[in-house]
């Protein structure tokens, strides 16, 4: 099956990314909240955290309880992207130019 084109489309729209609380806010004034899958899963991350620390080091029980941290923080990043890709798909789809800010969140430093 090859891949079909998108019609094309006129509409362009600005994304300003990662404005506290939300993921992202449009031109249009359209606010995405962004979603707490860490916040959601802290109680069960936290636990088996704290089963694993309790572990003897190299035991078969500690693997099993690595493993079961690792599950759960692959859960985490996997919701993460699911939601990035439906977000993106949804832009992409209506849009036809997407602008967004090119900012360095990273190494923002604030000099007072």
Same mark, same amino acid.
């Given at each position: 099956?090859?891949?079909?084109?998108?019609?094309?489309?006129?509409?362009?729209?600005?994304?300003?990314?990662?404005?506290?609380?939300?993921?992202?806010?449009?031109?249009?004034?359209?606010?995405?909240?962004?979603?707490?899958?860490?916040? %959601? #899963?802290?109680? $069960?991350? =936290? /636990?088996?955290? +704290?089963?694993?620390?309790?572990?003897? &080091?190299?035991?078969?029980?500690?693997? %099993? #309880?690595?493993? $079961?941290? =690792? /599950?759960?923080? +692959?859960?985490?990043?996997?919701?993460? &992207?699911?939601?990035?890709?439906?977000?993106?798909?949804?832009?992409?789809?209506?849009?036809?130019?997407?602008?967004?800010?090119?900012?360095?969140?990273?190494?923002?430093?604030?000099?007072?």
């Amino acid at each position: 099956m090859d891949p079909k084109p998108l019609p094309p489309s006129e509409e362009a729209i600005g994304i300003d990314l990662g404005t506290n609380p939300h993921f992202l806010v449009t031109s249009e004034g359209e606010m995405v909240e962004a979603p707490r899958h860490f916040q %959601k #899963a802290e109680e $069960k991350l =936290a /636990k088996a955290q +704290r089963e694993l620390s309790r572990k003897k &080091k190299g035991s078969n029980r500690r693997k %099993k #309880a690595r493993l $079961k941290v =690792a /599950k759960l923080h +692959r859960k985490i990043a996997n919701q993460r &992207k699911d939601f990035h890709h439906k977000v993106a798909r949804k832009l992409v789809n209506r849009y036809g130019t997407i602008v967004h800010e090119d900012l360095n969140v990273g190494r923002v430093r604030i000099y007072v």
